[in-house]
């Protein structure tokens, strides 16, 4: 059974940054953390060892492999849920059964769906460092997301710009404001 909030305690905002390796997940994932005073992980901190040799070998995660990673981000969530505290976690979060999962007995948790043009995600990719994820993968990513359906909780936001331009963008679309 999944901790329950305390009636005594704060109403929580969960916000899972998504998107596609390359979107600038952890940049706006952080970003809205300092800003608001939240909690951050960054979802591929959960994956286990065996996830992330798959993908640092440039063979995609099969949704096996996806399910106990997802399950382990859930858990940290309702961990910061019941303790009434607001959060921001990072997640691919690809297809609506990977949200699905997140949002199971998590009321409070909504999305934030980072997007840029292909060609900007795969300069990124291309040129970032001290990431396990090889630029191969970025296709299958991109065949396997499901953006977000209109009766799923969240927003999606473009990250071209300045990374405060973008944070501020994304402040906004979820309603709230820095400090």
């Known amino acids: 059974m999944p901790d329950t909030p305390r009636e005594d305690l704060p109403?929580?905002?969960?916000?899972?940054?998504?998107?596609?390796?390359?979107?600038?997940?952890?940049?706006?994932?952080?970003?809205?953390?300092?800003a608001l005073g939240w909690q951050f992980a960054e979802g591929d901190?959960?994956?286990p060892e065996a996830n992330v040799a798959k993908m640092r070998s440039g063979q995609?995660?099969?949704?096996?492999?996806?399910?106990?990673?997802l399950e382990t981000i859930g858990r940290w969530?309702?961990?910061?849920?019941?303790?009434?505290?607001?959060?921001?976690v990072t997640c691919s979060a690809l297809r609506r059964?990977?949200?699905?999962?997140?949002?199971r007995d998590r009321p409070h948790v909504?999305?934030?769906?980072v997007e840029a043009p292909g060609a900007v995600i795969a300069d990124r990719v291309e040129h970032r460092a001290g990431h396990y994820m090889p630029p191969s993968l970025l296709p299958s990513q991109l065949a396997t997301l499901e953006?977000?359906?209109?009766?799923?909780p969240g927003v999606s936001v473009t990250t071209e710009g300045e990374p405060t331009e973008v944070r501020d963008r994304c402040l906004i679309a979820l309603g709230r404001r820095a400090g």
């Open 147 to 152: 953006p977000l359906a209109p009766d799923e």
């Open 77 to 88: 969530i309702s961990a910061r849920e019941a303790a009434g505290e607001s959060a921001v």
């Open 11 to 34: 109403t929580p905002d969960i916000i899972v940054v998504m998107g596609v390796s390359g979107s600038g997940k952890t940049t706006v994932a952080t970003g809205i953390a300092t």
């Open 45 to 47: 901190d959960f994956h």
């Open 60 to 69: 995609p995660l099969t949704d096996d492999d996806r399910w106990p990673w």
């Open 110 to 113: 909504r999305f934030l769906h």
């Open 97 to 103: 059964a990977y949200r699905d999962v997140l949002r």
